[in-house]
Structures are given as C-alpha cells and as structure tokens.
C-alpha cells in the first residue's frame, strides 16, 4: 500500500487547512485510516481516524470540535479539514492506513504509512 499526502502549509491562528491522503495498492482489505502528528522534541500522537467499513470516526481530545476526519472509499481517500488552528498544532501530520483487515475499532492496526506533511499555524 502506498500513501501519498498533501494539503499542508503555513497559516494564521484560527485559520484552516484542509490534508488529504490517497491510498493505492493493495487496498481491498483496507478497514481504517488515520492520522497522527508529530512535533518538534515530541512523540507522534493519534490526531484522528475513520472506520472505513462504517466510517465511524474517533479524534483525539484536543481537536475534538476543531478537526473533521471524513472518506471517499471510491478513491481511497482520507481528509483532516482542520479549523480554528492554533499554533500547538504545528507538527508533520501523517497519514496511516490499517491494510492488515485485523484491528478492532477504534484499535486499528496501522501497518502502512504516509510520507508526512508539515502544518506550520503562526500566532
């Protein structure tokens, strides 16, 4: 599986951007899609994810309100439309896909992952 994200940038506190990550390959058994971040001097953390069977959604608490994951499972796409940005969300976010058919929602079983896009949010 090979994940290709884009839609990062600089903007302004409380401004938006919108990321967006095609998977392609071997896709069919495909069961979520999320996204994590990951900050200068920080861990990667969980930022959000879909259920692609239901398209259940699930976010982390400190974009809860702020950030929408949704999916087009016609093209294997996974989208992050982020709102009222604020500068402690600047990090690379990363896209992740479970490919595996295994992971039990919300515990996906992320196995393949995307190249990365910054998001830079001044203040």
């Known amino acids: 599986v090979q994940l290709q994200a884009s839609g990062g940038g600089l903007v302004q506190a409380g401004g938006s951007l919108r990321l967006s990550c095609a998977a392609s390959?071997?896709?069919?058994?495909?069961?979520?899609m999320g996204w994590f971040r990951q900050a200068p001097g920080k861990e990667r953390e969980f930022v959000a994810a879909?259920?692609?069977?239901?398209?259940?959604?699930d976010y982390a608490d400190s974009v809860k309100g702020r950030f929408t994951v949704s999916g087009d499972n016609a093209k294997n796409t996974v989208y992050l439309q982020m709102n009222s940005l604020k500068p402690e969300d600047t990090a690379v976010y990363y896209c992740?896909?479970?490919?595996?058919?295994?992971?039990?929602?919300?515990?996906?079983?992320?196995?393949?992952w995307g190249q990365g896009t910054q998001v830079t949010v001044s203040s």
């Open positions: 992740a896909v479970d490919s595996t058919g295994w992971g039990t929602w919300p515990d996906a079983l992320y196995d393949y």
């Open positions: 390959g071997r896709t069919f058994r495909m069961s979520a």
């Open positions: 879909i259920s692609w069977s239901d398209f259940n959604t």
